[in-house]
């Protein structure tokens, strides 16, 4: 057992777990070193149990194609798994993710991509891409729930997620991230609390574009959980925070839930706040609370979300855990500390800590919104 003294470097962490985020409106390119600089800027938020990256842009050359990210815990996993993939998809590339050796980090897992579109014949008469995307949903989550030591990191078009056990720089350093160019990246420092920390455990979580990373403790997890799992999610990383990534995708792509309204269902007002609301305010955000009310996200929480459109923040509706934006040009900053901002662009046009349960949304220029 640790004594008081070497707890925690003798650093106090009262809010836990790291995160930072930038994305350029006009999809101007940054390497992702720059993210984990930021990130390592934080590097106490941490405790090496898991880091991670989810960039955006990084396959130009597949920008078409759903661009999978499997993890292996054993070579025999990836025969298995590419024989379900040849199925039902059409694979036109697939090669390993490079790595290099990083001290620190022991026993890594075997990780591999592909780029994927459904075959015809799989869609059945329904070939549009909203069926494509429904399609990879149930494939993804087949995958992670009935093959054996297999799981799907990310899913999405001309994006990526890389994300294991240790500190952040180690994890940049084993995925080469300073080779990735990409307009959108979002960083994450993991401080487990009550859940383990392994390498499918580690944030970003995903479900197709939607990457989103969590700084806080859902107690809500349990009936958001059960709430999401009824329209064919399944939640297997084994932590609270996976659940937001799936919550999303159901409420903005299947529901069309309109980006301004996921406050009032992640962050929803307290009744006696929306009690004094005008009618018809009124009116929208019970309705929300009545049909939604399963999706309410409680306890603290701060998190930084990437989609097709763009990327948001949003905290909790008391703001029980820190966020900090910041804009330079067409960029836009999110992260926990100002400071990780500032280590990757000291001079700012502006800075601002977000008010509680308010959204700082960034969307690229000409995304429908």
């Known amino acids: 057992m640790h004594n008081r ?12 777990c790291g995160i930072t985020s930038l994305m350029s409106a006009k999809k101007n390119l940054f390497r992702g070193n720059l993210a984990v600089r930021s990130l390592d800027n934080m590097r106490e938020r941490g405790n090496g149990l898991g880091a991670g990256y989810a960039g955006y842009g990084i396959y130009p050359e597949h920008r078409e194609h759903y661009a999978l990210h499997l993890m292996y815990e054993y070579e025999d996993a990836r025969q298995s798994t590419e024989n379900f993939l040849s199925q039902d998809f059409k694979i036109f ?12 980090i022991d026993r890594a897992p075997v990780f591999h991509r592909y780029f994927v579109l459904p075959k015809e014949q799989a869609l059945g008469t329904n070939i549009s891409e ?39 720089i180690e994890i940049g350093e084993f995925f080469r991230l300073d080779e990735y160019q990409g307009y959108c990246w979002i960083g994450h420092s993991r401080f487990p609390t009550n859940t383990p920390g392994w390498w499918g455990g580690a944030h970003p979580f995903t479900m197709l574009d939607t990457a989103i990373v969590h700084n806080g403790e859902i107690s809500s997890y349990g009936i958001n959980r059960r709430y999401i ?26 529901q069309k839930v309109p980006l301004e309204l996921i406050p009032a269902v ?12 005008e009618e018809k305010e009124k009116e929208l955000h019970q309705t ?6 399963s999706a309410l996200l409680n306890g603290p929480f701060a998190i930084v979300v990437g989609h097709r459109e763009g990327m948001f923040g949003l905290s909790d509706r008391v703001k029980l855990r820190p966020m900090i934006a910041a804009r330079k040009d067409d960029v836009l900053y999110i992260a926990s500390e100002e400071a990780a901002i500032r ?25 429908s919104q």
Not at 135 to 147: A, C, G, L, P, Y
Not at 288 to 293: A, K, L, M, S
């Open 229 to 254: 799992e009824m329209f064919g999610y399944r939640c297997t990383m084994m932590t609270d925070s996976e659940a937001i990534a799936y919550l999303f995708d159901f409420l903005h792509r299947k």
């Open 130 to 168: 909203a069926a494509a995307d429904e399609f990879v949903v149930s494939r993804v989550t087949e995958i992670n729930t009935r093959i054996e030591a297999a799981f799907v990191v990310s899913s999405g078009k001309n994006m990526g997620v890389f994300k294991g056990v240790g500190f952040p």
């Open 266 to 277: 992640f962050s929803s007002e307290f009744w006696n706040n929306i009690d004094r609301m």
């Open 343 to 367: 280590e990757i662009c000291p001079e700012v046009d502006s800075v601002w800590m977000p008010r509680a349960g308010e959204m700082v949304a960034g969307f690229y220029e000409g995304a």
């Open 288 to 293: 929300i609370r009545q049909v939604y009310g």
């Open 5 to 16: 003294k070497d707890y925690d470097w003798e650093i106090r962490n009262p809010s836990g």
């Open 93 to 104: 590339d697939e090669e390993p993710i490079p790595t290099r050796p990083v001290r620190g």
